[in-house]
């Protein structure tokens, strides 16, 4: 596996979180904050669930980093920390997941009508989304918002990967399925 320098980086403030250095954990917080942010809330839109298991992901980092073994990337073992303790909150929650178009505006500053059609269309996308399995939009949500390999989303999911294969497949077919039901019910 070879490391980018990103990763070497955030492996040497790995290093530093294990002694003990809250400034190496403050930056290794800001710089997964909104990563983390996105993932969980594509998996779940309830805002407090959101930032409850950021925070407790990163707890775990702050405790466990020395655990950190480097047979991964860093946001390998970030990620499947995050992964974890997602499924465990959507677990414990009662509250019902809404899809929430406002996390995927675009600020671009185009005419009106185009970006409320990419508004429709990124609403439209994230309530498909919402439908699949938490396994399967967990894949999707790495794969293409996250740019994240296979074998990195095997590792975070801990699943085979020929497990996320499937899942992916059986995602994009549901999806195009969901879609089109979209498409066919709004002509």
Not at 57 to 86: E, H, N
Not at 112 to 133: I, K, M, N, S
Request: with cysteine; charged share 25%; glycine share 4%.
């Amino acid at each position: 596996m070879a490391l980018t320098t990103s990763d070497q980086d955030e492996v040497q403030l790995l290093g530093r979180i294990a002694a003990g250095d809250k400034h190496a954990f403050e930056a290794l917080y800001r710089a997964y904050f909104p990563r983390l942010s996105r993932f969980i809330g594509r998996m779940t839109r309830s805002a407090p669930l959101i930032e409850e298991v950021v925070n407790d992901t990163m707890l775990v980092v702050w405790q466990k980093a020395a655990s950190f073994d480097g047979s991964c990337k860093p946001s390998t073992w970030v990620f499947a920390i995050a992964y974890r303790k997602t499924l465990k909150g959507l677990k414990a929650s009662d509250e019902p997941i809404e899809s929430d178009a406002a996390l995927y505006e675009d600020e671009a500053g185009n005419q009106p009508e185009q970006a409320f059609g990419r508004q429709q269309l990124q609403h439209t996308v994230a309530a498909a989304l919402d439908q699949l399995p938490v396994a399967q939009r967990a894949v999707m949500v790495l794969t293409y918002y996250h740019d994240m390999a296979y074998a990195d989303i095997a590792d975070i999911v801990e699943c085979p990967l020929n497990t996320v294969k499937t899942r992916m497949f059986h995602a994009r077919h549901r999806l195009k399925d969901l879609l089109w039901n979209e498409r066919e019910s709004s002509q």
